[in-house]
């Protein structure tokens, strides 16, 4: 692998940055590159030194399979060493490396009037408390717990707490509705529910406490209450030095089942010994969309989790002691697992957690809160640097951005366009941009550029990192040499990536094995160009990235159809300049049922109440009939163009009826007027 001289355009890192830089150039990370391909078991174990082991690995550092047909897939790193997640990200950096007094988060609310500083002792002394809150509520190795709360500190102590003793934590992105809610719990089989009174989205104030309710009401529905306690959070309330309160919302309680948060961490000891565990124990589940419209419980471990975030965090952003790091995902998605929690502990590093939205109280909120802490590492998605060129550089030359070293791009493919203007905008000309590829499978980054040793290409998540091998194949499973096009999979495992499907292992080799035996199928298709460099170019599979969170389109099918009007529905989707990806929907109705803007906003409304906000559906239209195979089966190939408005179809002949297609698009100009 060398990169040749190139005619696309191309940037290369400055010289300033090379300097103590922990991979200085393209060829050290050859080298690197070869070394974790070449002698695994070397060069994990370096990493694996780092930190500390209760009791050391009794075997190799990985062994695995990922043929289908030689047997049951697994992935196992560091078989036999004991170790604690919590203990590794805290008490390791307060008492063995004396990082107490160094700042571990600055949390920035809703409002620049709402902020904290926590340190890393204060942060361990809290997570302390919270651990042995859970135990008291029973909570012991193994039990999971459910937590559904917005960005604020004590959704880092919940999980924090839960990994100290051994608890499975289970986040569910506090934008989710209740229906969604009620899946992951009962799909986990929850002891214990953490959430909030409420929470502020810019101007608008949700009660978190009424949708946790009506999901713990539709448990029992379902005769599958596992909650036996509920605690709460009080957080919508301003926080002020004063400590006084403004409540606008009536929370409902049950004496029963739910505790306040403040009440019980009052006199909650600050001393917890940790659970030591198992380095293939359970560390947490991740629920992500499937293409059965059934989410999948993504499982993840102590040690190879622990190895992979602490490393990727360390060399893709270049982590150093002095850095200010902010990352603007929410730790309801992988990204905030893994590069606002895990990763950046791991390296002792001073993160912003931030609550709030891009554009409240004012568009200039990213810019002024880099400023103020002096950000030299920034994190965020394609969708919220799309949204933010609108406002044009204005809003950015009312503050100092001097401070930034390194941008990322993590969510989707980044557009040219917009990396460009994040580079020059933002960064002012000097930054790079490193475009990461990953996926709540596997844990971290395995596609990305190093700072300091990658030449970029807008656009482009150019090589892969350590110790993953990735591969190009077609549609018959042949590797394709060279400038190619087609499935992008993986031929071996790295530490991070997941090891199951919660519960469904079957479900875990059917997704990610049984297409390419011998290969972890991503699911996402990809280029390779002549340099060797690598460009995501989009799912392959049923489903959709909105706004950087991804989506089945089996799931919001399934909600539209709840509808009692709705006979039939098929959902794909359609380019969108801010999002990347909306929801183009084509519903068929019963017979005699009106389609009708009344009827839309039902629908819109109905998949908001089942699956969130976020999936709220951009475009409805009406479907007298799908286009379908003779054998039944919808073609949403033609579906997707002329979502898009494209006129030219290709061959129609498989379809059982060709008129349907006039239909659709003469009723396409009215759902898209």
């Known amino acids: 692998m060398v990169v040749p001289e190139s ?17 200085p150039d393209f060829s050290s990370y050859l080298a ?7 002698n695994p078991e070397a060069f994990w174990k370096e990493i694996a030194d780092e930190f500390f082991w209760k009791k050391p690995a009794t075997g190799p550092m990985m062994q695995y399979n990922f043929d289908v047909t030689k047997g049951n897939i697994y992935v196992k790193c560091m078989e036999g060493a004991k170790t604690n997640m919590c203990y590794n990200v805290l008490d390791r950096l307060v008492r063995e490396r004396n990082l107490g007094d160094k700042v571990a988060y600055y949390w920035e609310g809703n409002s620049p009037d709402h902020h904290l500083t926590i340190t890393y002792r204060q942060l361990l002394s809290q997570v302390c408390r919270c651990a042995n809150v859970l135990k008291q509520m029973g909570i012991k190795k193994g039990d999971r717990v459910s937590i559904y709360l917005p960005m604020i500190p004590e959704l880092v102590y919940t999980m924090l707490a839960c990994a100290r003793i051994g608890a499975i934590h289970s986040i569910v992105f506090a934008g989710f509705s209740s229906e969604s809610l009620c899946e992951r719990i009962m799909d986990a089989q929850s002891s214990v529910l953490v959430t909030a009174d409420g929470v502020y989205r810019g101007e608008k104030l949700i009660s978190l406490k009424q949708i946790a309710d009506e999901a713990l009401e539709k448990c029992r529905e379902k005769a599958s209450s596992s909650v036996t306690k509920c605690l709460v959070v009080r957080h919508h309330a301003p926080r002020t030095k004063s400590g006084a309160s403004c409540n606008k ?16 961490m009052r006199d909650s000891p600050e001393e917890c010994e940790p659970e030591w565990l198992d380095a293939e124990d359970p560390l947490f589940i991740l629920y992500t969309s499937g293409s059965t419209g059934k989410p999948k419980g993504v499982l993840h471990t102590v040690a ?23 990352c603007t995902a929410d730790i309801g998605w992988i990204t905030g697992h893994s590069y606002i929690t895990y990763g950046p502990l791991a390296n002792g590093a001073t993160s912003v957690l931030f609550e709030g939205i891009p554009v409240h109280p004012h568009v200039g909120r990213f810019w002024e809160i880099i400023e103020k802490y002096k950000v030299t590492k920034f994190y965020t998605a394609p969708t919220a640097i799309r949204l933010l060129m609108k406002y044009g550089r204005e809003p950015l030359q009312k503050y100092d951005l001097s401070s930034l070293r390194i941008l990322g791009s993590v969510g989707e493919p980044i557009n040219p366009e917009a990396w460009e203007w994040y580079r020059e905008a933002v960064g002012q000309g000097r930054c790079p941009v490193v475009d ?41 499973g042949e590797e394709l040499e060279g400038e190619a096009e087609g499935y992008l999979v993986f031929r071996r495992p790295w530490p991070g990536i997941m090891r199951t499907v919660y519960k469904n292992h079957e479900r875990f080799e059917n997704t990610y094995f049984k297409k390419f035996p011998g290969f972890y199928v991503t699911g996402d298709g990809c280029r390779r160009d002549k340099d060797g460099y690598y460009w995501i170019t989009g799912r392959i599979d049923d489903m959709l990235n909105v706004s950087g969170h991804l989506m089945s389109t089996a799931e919001v099918e399934a909600a539209l159809t709840e509808h009692t009007a709705v006979a039939e529905a098929a959902v794909v989707s359609r380019p969108h300049k801010v999002k990347g990806e909306c929801l183009y929907c084509f519903v068929t109705l019963k017979n005699s049922r009106e389609f009708n803007h009344a009827l839309v906003e039902e629908l819109k409304r109905l998949v908001r109440e089942k699956i969130g906000p976020i999936a709220t559906p951009d475009f409805i239209q009406n479907a007298p009939a799908l286009p379908k195979t003779r054998s039944g089966k919808i073609m949403r190939r033609i579906l997707r163009q002329i979502a898009r408005n494209e006129k030219d179809l290709g061959d129609l002949s498989t379809l059982a009826d060709p008129k349907v297609v006039e239909v659709l698009f003469s009723q396409r100009c009215e759902a898209a007027a």
């Open 304 to 326: 190879g989790y622990l190895l992979y975030t602490s490393l990727t965090f360390k060399y893709v952003f270049d982590h150093h002691h002095d850095d200010v790091y902010w």
């Open 436 to 476: 990461t590829f990953w996926q709540t499978e596997t844990g971290g980054h395995v596609l990305t550029p190093l700072p300091a040793a990658t030449p970029l290409k807008p656009g482009s998540a150019t090589f892969p990192f350590f110790g993953v091998e990735p591969t190009i194949l077609n549609e018959h």
């Open 249 to 264: 919302l009536q929370t409902p309680w049950d004496s029963g089942c739910d505790v306040w948060w403040d009440e019980v």
């Open 7 to 23: 005619q696309d355009k191309m940037y290369y890192p400055p010289d300033d940055m090379k300097r103590d830089a922990h991979v």
């Open 32 to 38: 690197l590159y070869r070394k974790s391909l070449e």
